[in-house]
């Protein structure tokens, strides 16, 4: 075989591979565009006539690019041709077939004209078709997109003029170049004798004097219209088409809360002032956000690191280098204390007395606080403590003489319950060294004494004293215990409606008589 039939063999073989892709690209494209009962291809589309699969535009015709090219740049390719033809078709959109169904359905023209929109969907593609008298040409295809145009100025104008917000443009020169309702509204009132002019007058002069590399730039300012009421506005300034566009929304609201919170703190902060109990207040990342002067003195923590908002950990650590904590045996214990306080603090639970180095005793209280913040309030109960160690010797020592006596005493409330006994009484009555003092009554131990003694009115006389503020008086009488020894009694009133009885065992001949005859009955002595 000569190279040029071997040349042409292989020339013949690759077209032939060529025409089989070419033919099978065909297929492919044609298949894109068809649904069952229905074939669409790009080469059928004319006129203006568009091809979406889903909000993208897949194919459509020279005028058809060209008016979508003209309208809108903003939103999906199918949103900006429904925005364009909705001026004239405004039921286009409706009513969208259900999935997986066909439809096809011709809308007419709302604007008197013969122009109508077929609307063909299968699946997710969808086909616009414009027909109509008229339809094709350049007039008709300007015209939908002035009146898409117009009708989008239309809608901006008129959310310009109705907003709420002061909206103004300026100019290179700072000079108003537009400006809505309200901004007019609020100019005329400001100007003189409300008169309405153009340009009007400038109410946020510094706004105009931004920073171009501060751009966009929240500011706020006050104006007084003629009632002379300040009012403020937050500004936002953002720069558009070599100028600056304003917004101005009102903030005296925000003013007012803003005011009413610094009273607050203030208010808070004087009566705090004057609290002799120390008050720090940590937020919700544990810096100190509010304390008192009494926090300074009782912590000797110097005002400006406390002003410096320390962190929760480096205060305590701070505290502990003065030797305003308890020592801990070690540092690694003093990390746990740390974390367990805090953690009690943020629960509500922590209230310990500190036992200070200096001989001082602090209680501190742990409480939580809105938004995760914790306060700790500081107290210097050392007063507090010193009194209740000193009142609680004096019981001690009132006690030990109490029981040095031979006698046995009693002492009863007002009420009737018994607050003060002697290991003499303990011991003649047989009384229970368990149970509580505020268990005991007059009425529990009067059984006691008729259970051990002899039948003597002794008893119900002497109880019917306590409480009785009529009858005062000093009371003496005897009573028989069943052992056969006589007991000498006495009722004596004390401070505070208190009664003290007391029981003297009698020896010898004082004992009386000795064939077990009763007592004597008990007698008032003055």
């Given amino acids: 075989m000569t190279s040029l039939t071997l040349l042409q063999t292989v020339l013949a073989t690759a077209i032939g591979v060529a025409s089989a892709m070419l033919i ?31 909000e993208d535009l897949v194919e459509a015709s020279d005028d058809g690019r060209a008016i979508l090219g003209r309208g809108p740049a903003e939103g999906s390719d199918l949103a900006r041709l429904t925005g364009i033809l909705r ?6 959109g409706r009513d969208p077939p259900a999935e997986g169904t066909q439809q096809k359905r011709r809308l007419l023209a709302q604007d008197d004209s013969d122009s109508w929109l077929e609307v063909e969907q299968w699946g997710s593609h969808t086909r616009l078709r414009l027909g109509g008298s008229g339809a094709a040409s350049v007039d008709a295809q300007s015209r939908l997109v002035i009146d898409a145009l117009e009708a989008e100025l239309a809608t901006l104008r008129a959310i310009g003029e109705d907003s709420p917000q002061l909206i103004w443009r300026t100019d290179p020169g700072g000079q108003i170049a537009w400006a809505n309702r309200a901004y007019l509204d609020l100019a ?27 751009l966009p730039s929240l500011r706020r300012f006050s104006v007084t219209p003629a009632d002379k009421s300040l009012r403020w506005f937050d500004v936002t300034t953002v720069a558009r088409g070599g100028g600056l566009v304003h917004f101005a929304t009102a ?7 803003e005011q009413a919170r610094r009273d607050f703190v203030q208010t808070l902060s004087k009566t705090f002032a004057d609290l002799a109990i120390g008050l720090a207040i940590f937020d919700r990342q544990r810096r100190l956000a509010l304390f008192n002067p009494a926090l300074h003195d009782l912590t000797a923590l110097p005002p ?49 007395n500190w036992d200070l180095p200096n001989g001082l005793t602090y209680r501190v209280t742990g409480r939580p606080h809105p938004d995760g913040a914790i306060a700790f309030l500081i107290e210097d109960i050392s007063a507090e403590i010193a009194l209740a160690r000193t009142f609680r010797a004096e019981l001690e020592t009132s006690q030990a003489v109490l029981d040095s006596l031979d006698d046995a005493v009693a002492v009863f409330s007002g009420s009737g ?18 149970a509580a ?18 039948p003597t009115p002794f008893w119900t006389e002497a109880q019917a004293m306590i ?40 020896s010898g001949q004082a004992a009386g008589n000795a064939h077990g005859e009763a007592a004597p009955p008990l007698a008032a002595s003055a």
């Fill in 24 to 54: 099978v690209v065909g297929l492919a494209v044609s298949a894109r565009f068809r649904r069952p009962g229905t074939r669409v291809t790009a080469a059928q589309l004319e006129g203006l006539d568009f091809l979406f699969d889903g």
């Fill in 87 to 92: 001026t004239r078709f405004a039921d286009l």
């Fill in 188 to 214: 005329d009132q400001i100007g003189e004798a409300g008169t309405p002019s153009w340009p009007p007058a400038t109410l946020f002069g510094a706004a105009a004097g931004v920073d171009h590399d501060a």
């Fill in 251 to 257: 903030a005296d609201a925000v003013v007012r809360a």
């Fill in 304 to 352: 400006d690191f406390l002003s410096a908002r320390p962190l929760l950990h480096s205060f305590l650590d701070r505290m502990r280098e003065a030797r305003m904590l308890p020592e801990p045996k070690n540092y690694r214990d003093w990390r746990s204390e740390i974390a367990a306080l805090e953690q009690a603090a943020t629960d509500g639970t922590y209230c310990q």
């Fill in 417 to 434: 319950t018994l607050i003060l006994s002697n290991r003499a009484y303990e011991q003649l009555w047989g009384a229970d060294d368990d």
């Fill in 437 to 454: 003092l505020a268990d005991k009554t007059v009425r529990d131990q009067a059984r006691i004494w008729r259970a051990r003694c002899a």
């Fill in 467 to 506: 409480g009785n503020s009529a009858d005062r008086g000093r009371r003496e009488g005897r009573a028989q215990l069943l052992d056969g020894r006589s007991v000498q009694c006495r009722v004596s009133p004390l401070a505070g409606a208190a009664i003290m009885i007391g029981f003297r065992i009698l």
